[in-house]
């Protein structure tokens, strides 16, 4: 789904699963191109990073994914890629602005970006540290209102109650930053009606939400 949608090229990018009753994860292989990869390939994991199942060695964001796991009880899937448009607001080390009604259909608040990574995170365990810059990054957030986010100068990192969300999360996540490039080059002083956010959000996710069929 990542390749159908443009988000990944080569071997970039991977998804997680999580099964809560039983503590284990599901991530893809590290470096397996997308075109060859199987079913069979997937890694499991434990929520140490034990190996439980599989062959080959398990996704090198693997810790990143686990510390998520271990903060954000609500998520069941995780998805990061290095999309364009996403990744490039992370790059810029910038929050992503709520500037419309897509953004407020799928996303609260701004997506934030994370403060940059210290020099003793980088050289100790890195992708373990990625997580907890995400984790301290959501110490005032809802991560279920608000399933993404901008790892600075890395790349975005979306979040779901299953791994098929977590994907739509990352393909709109990447179509907003888009729209929110775009608008701000036609509009650098554009402002969005805080009151339209919670319409929008509300409506879909809030206690009276009527989108959708029941």
Known sequence: MLVEHGLVIFTWGNVSAIDRESGLVVIKPSGVS???MTAAQMVVVNLEGEVVEGDLRPSSDTPTHLALYRAFKGIGGIVHTHSVYATSWAQAGVD??????????YFHKAIPCTAGMREEQIKGNYEWETGNVI???????????????LVKNHGPFTWGPDPFKAVENAVVLEQVAKMAAVAYAINPSLEMDP??????FERKHGPGAYYGQK
């Open 195 to 200: 009151l339209l956010i919670e319409k929008h």
């Open 135 to 149: 984790v301290e990054c959501f110490r005032d957030m809802d991560p279920v209102h608000t399933p993404a986010v």
């Open 34 to 36: 997308y075109r060859a």
């Open 96 to 105: 992503l602005p709520n500037i419309g009604t897509t953004h407020s259909d």
